[in-house]
């Protein structure tokens, strides 16, 4: 697997990204981190093959929420083997059940603490070290 180099945030949460940026911080992991706050905006700035990044997406955005942004990214075969991680504050099993039916790699239940905000950086990470990622809650 390449090695990371852009952590995507999609979230319309700016208080929700700003915690995920500080955990980055925290956890010293050397990417860039590019933020949208919705899956359209998304769509609009990933124009080519994105290899050596991950995305992170919150269910709940306006416009264009995850589940409609998980879908249209894995119809592309730009995106399709992407990194993509659901997240969102909801921990509903049918929640979680779509988002892997729709191609998530992984339906994470958003941190309530900065210290699982480190926590999901840091499996993130793992995760392009080659590393299988551990359950986050």
Same mark, same amino acid.
């Given at each position: 697997?390449?090695?990371?180099?852009?952590?995507?945030?999609?979230?319309?949460?700016?208080?929700?990204?700003?915690? $995920?940026?500080? #955990? &980055?911080?925290?956890?010293? /992991?050397?990417?860039?981190?590019?933020?949208?706050?919705?899956?359209? !905006?998304? +769509?609009?700035?990933?124009?080519?093959? $994105?290899?050596? #990044? &991950?995305?992170?997406?919150? /269910?709940?955005?306006?416009?264009?929420?995850?589940?409609?942004?998980? !879908?249209? +990214?894995?119809?592309?075969?730009?995106?399709?083997?992407?990194? &993509?991680y659901l997240v969102s504050s909801s921990s509903s099993e049918d929640l979680a059940l779509a988002a892997r039916e729709k191609g998530a790699t992984k339906f994470i239940t958003k941190?309530?603490?900065?210290?699982?905000?480190?926590?999901?950086?840091?499996?993130?990470?793992?995760?392009?070290?080659?590393?299988?990622?551990?359950?986050?809650?």
């Amino acid at each position: 697997m390449a090695a990371i180099k852009t952590i995507y945030i999609v979230d319309d949460d700016e208080d929700w990204r700003f915690l $995920v940026k500080e #955990a &980055i911080s925290e956890v010293g /992991v050397p990417v860039d981190v590019i933020e949208a706050d919705n899956g359209q !905006e998304l +769509l609009k700035i990933l124009q080519d093959e $994105v290899s050596d #990044a &991950i995305l992170v997406l919150d /269910v709940n955005m306006p416009i264009m929420n995850g589940l409609e942004t998980l !879908e249209a +990214l894995r119809k592309s075969s730009h995106w399709s083997s992407l990194p &993509i991680y659901l997240v969102s504050s909801s921990s509903s099993e049918d929640l979680a059940l779509a988002a892997r039916e729709k191609g998530a790699t992984k339906f994470i239940t958003k941190p309530t603490h900065f210290n699982k905000y480190v926590e999901l950086v840091k499996q993130l990470y793992s995760y392009y070290q080659g590393d299988t990622p551990n359950k986050v809650h």
